[in-house]
């Protein structure tokens, strides 16, 4: 069964930095395409990256473009979200999701097949 794990989210300071891991086990493939949503309360999901497992591309939403960084460890099966010079509004439930290597609209959600439990990270002084 295909199954993905979080892990590193937690408080951090406005201005500082996470980095956020999500292992996939499961996948006939160490690359599929892993995409990082996030949520906010009230509000539906909303993309935040995605690395392309076929071709390795990255795309970034405005809003934590310059600032967060998508990566991935193959051999390991794990998909890495770095991000620095965080702010209050960067506050969320932060999702992991995942799905096949060739992918197309890989910054909507609905074209994930997988998802992580989640992981707060709460920016806060």
């Known amino acids: 069964q295909v199954q993905l794990v979080e892990s590193g989210g937690g408080l951090v300071q406005p201005g500082g930095s996470l980095r956020l891991s999500c292992a996939a086990s499961?996948?006939?493939?160490?690359?599929?395409?892993m995409g990082w949503f996030r949520q906010f309360p009230g509000k539906e999901r909303e993309f935040v990256a995605s690395?392309?497992?076929?071709?390795?591309?990255?795309f970034y939403a405005n809003s934590v473009k310059g600032r967060f960084s998508i990566s991935r460890d193959s051999a390991k099966a794990t998909a890495y979200l770095e991000m620095a010079s965080l702010k209050p509004e960067d506050t969320a439930l932060y999702f992991c999701?995942?799905?096949?290597?060739?992918?197309?609209?890989?910054?909507?959600?609905?074209?994930?097949?997988?998802w992580g439990q989640g992981t707060q990270v709460t920016v806060s002084s």
């Open positions: 999701a995942a799905t096949g290597p060739w992918a197309t609209a890989t910054t909507e959600k609905e074209s994930y097949d997988y």
């Open positions: 499961g996948f006939p493939t160490n690359t599929p395409t």
């Open positions: 690395i392309r497992g076929g071709t390795g591309y990255t």
